[in-house]
C-alpha cells in the first residue's frame, strides 16, 4: 500500500511558475507508475502528466505539454510537477497517483491504485 501527499500549491498569477511535490510511503515507490490529475470545479478529473517507474518516459495532456514537466526521485520517493506559464484555465485541484507496473493506459484515472488528497492551484488572470 502506498500513501500519497501533496504539498507546494497556492494562488499565482498568471504567468507565473508553480511547483508541485507528492511524496510517497509505505510500499516500494519505484515499482510504480506516477501520474499527476487535476479536478476543477463542476468538471471531471483529468489527466495532467505522467512518469515511469525510471523517470525515463514522460507523457502530458496536450494542454500542458511544454508548459509543466513532471519528474521523480526515487532516492527519496518523490515526484513532481513543474509549471511554468500558469494560465487561469489551470485552476483546480490537483492529485498526485501512483499505480502500480508499467505506463499503460497511463491517462486513465481507473489505473491508478492510489491517490493523494489533492491539492489546490489557483491561477489568477
Known amino acids: 500500500q502506498v500513501q500519497l501527499h501533496e504539498f507546494g500549491g497556492g494562488m499565482v498569477q498568471a504567468g507565473d511558475a508553480l511547483r508541485l511535490s507528492c511524496v510517497a510511503s509505505g510500499d516500494t515507490f519505484n515499482s510504480y507508475t506516477m501520474g499527476w490529475f487535476r479536478q476543477a470545479p463542476g468538471k471531471e478529473r483529468e489527466f495532467v502528466a505522467a512518469i515511469n517507474w525510471s523517470g525515463g518516459d514522460t507523457y502530458y495532456v496536450d494542454s500542458v505539454k511544454g508548459r509543466f514537466t513532471i519528474s521523480r526521485d526515487n532516492a527519496k520517493n518523490m515526484v513532481y510537477l513543474q509549471m511554468n506559464s500558469l494560465k487561469p484555465e489551470d485552476t483546480a485541484v490537483y492529485y498526485c497517483?501512483?499505480?502500480?507496473?508499467?505506463?499503460?493506459?497511463?491517462?486513465?484515472?481507473?489505473?491508478?491504485?492510489?491517490w493523494g488528497q489533492g491539492i489546490q492551484v489557483t491561477v489568477s488572470s
Open positions: 497517483a501512483a499505480a502500480r507496473g508499467r505506463m499503460s493506459s497511463a491517462s486513465r484515472t481507473d489505473r491508478y491504485d492510489y
